[in-house]
C-alpha cells in the first residue's frame, strides 16, 4: 500500500517522523511542546540535554499495521535552531554564557 506525502511527516513502514525546529535554550533546559499527530495534537516532553537529530518516540502514533489493529510509532526528530539575527543585549547574553560555561564540546581545553 501507499500513501501520499504528507506536510508533516516523513514515513518509514508504520512509523512516521516528524521534524521539530528546537530554540538551543529548549534542548539544554528541556521543554513540553506540543506537536501534530495523526489524530490530533500531542504533548511531548523534550528531556534536558536533547542533542540535535536526537529522536524522541511516542509509541502508537503512527500509521496502522496491516490487519493486526497495531500502529507503528511517532519519532520526534529534534532540530535546533540557532539565532542568526540578534540584538545586542542577546549576543552579550551569549557571551556570558561563553565565558561561564565549562562545556567543552570537542573534548578539549580552551586556549
Not at 528546537?22 to 542533542?51: D, M, Y
Amino acid at each position: 500500500m501507499r500513501f501520499a506525502a504528507h506536510p508533516d511527516f516523513r514515513a518509514r513502514g508504520a512509523d512516521l517522523y516528524y521534524d521539530l525546529d528546537l530554540a538551543p535554550w529548549e534542548a539544554v533546559l528541556g521543554e513540553q511542546i506540543v506537536v501534530p499527530g495523526l489524530s490530533g495534537a500531542l504533548k511531548v516532553r523534550i528531556p534536558a540535554g536533547t542533542q540535535n537529530g536526537q529522536q524522541l518516540r511516542v509509541r502508537g502514533q503512527g500509521l496502522p499495521i496491516g490487519k493486526s489493529g497495531g500502529k507503528g510509532d511517532l519519532f520526534v526528530v529534534s532540530n535546533i535552531q540557532v539565532p542568526t539575527d540578534m540584538s545586542d543585549d542577546e549576543k552579550k547574553l551569549w557571551e556570558t554564557l561563553r565565558a561561564e560555561s565549562s562545556f567543552q564540546p570537542r573534548g578539549d581545553a580552551r586556549p
